[in-house]
């Protein structure tokens, strides 16, 4: 099983619906989640990170954290062609202080 | 914001060279990180620095050793470059003491011939 997990799409969703990206990680005692955007032939942009269980919004972005289940989510409302990317999910998994472990990606589609 | 910048955008070797990667970043974080990514494999971590000459082996350090001399500077080399080398590698910082966020530098697309 892999540490952290991500269907790796495409995801296709219509322009201003919400986009759901979901993430799956292996270890309990992971502390911190992060999610970054990442457009084709360029680097990665942290959108956003939660260290503790619960929601946290960000203009149209909200990350859900999940302890019990071990998933984290990335939502994104009134979806933009511009949100078409890969979204990258990211953990400190427990016992590695600073270092991150990165799923393999989403591939996010927003259609006119 | 953040800035790390990395010394190439594109960069093509041949099989054998010594290849120096540099990245600075300007915001005094304490650590330092170096990833190549690969289609279909993600994000691997190479190496990181916790601190001025410290340095720890990340998932795939074969084939690079790193040097950091000062707080600002990560620098990957590639002893003897070969073509399973040839990749995007891109450098992180982050802040540390508590703080786990990364933040990568535009990366270098490496061909190695």
């Known amino acids: 099983q892999k540490e952290v997990e991500q269907n790796s799409g495409p995801l296709s969703v219509p322009e201003g619906a919400i986009a759901s990206l979901n993430c799956t990680y292996s270890d309990r005692g992971s502390q911190s989640f992060f999610w970054y955007r990442q457009y084709s032939g360029k680097s990665p942009e942290l959108i956003m990170f939660i260290y503790s269980n619960g929601d946290k919004e960000d203009g149209r972005f909200t990350a859900q954290l999940n302890k019990a289940s071990q998933y984290v989510s990335l939502l994104i409302r009134d979806s933009q062609p511009s949100d078409s990317a890969t979204y990258l999910c990211a953990v400190m998994l427990g016992g590695t202080a600073s270092k991150l472990t990165f799923g393999t990606g989403t591939r996010l589609q927003v259609t006119l | 914001d953040v800035k790390v910048t990395q010394s190439s955008r594109y960069l093509v070797k041949r099989t054998g060279e010594k290849v120096f990667l540099e990245c600075v970043q300007d915001m005094d974080h304490e650590n330092m990180f170096w990833y190549r990514q690969d289609p279909g494999l993600g994000l691997r971590l190479i190496y990181f620095?916790?601190?001025?000459?410290?340095?720890e082996k990340g998932d795939i350090p074969e084939g690079y050793s790193v040097s950091r001399e000062k707080k600002e500077r990560f620098s990957l080399i590639l002893e003897s470059a070969s073509t399973n080398q040839t990749s995007m590698y891109l450098c992180?910082?982050?802040?540390?003491?508590?703080?786990?966020?990364?933040?990568f530098g535009p990366g270098t697309r490496l061909t190695v011939t």
């Open positions: 992180a910082s982050s802040p540390g003491t508590g703080n786990s966020e990364q933040y």
């Open positions: 620095s916790y601190d001025v000459k410290m340095k």
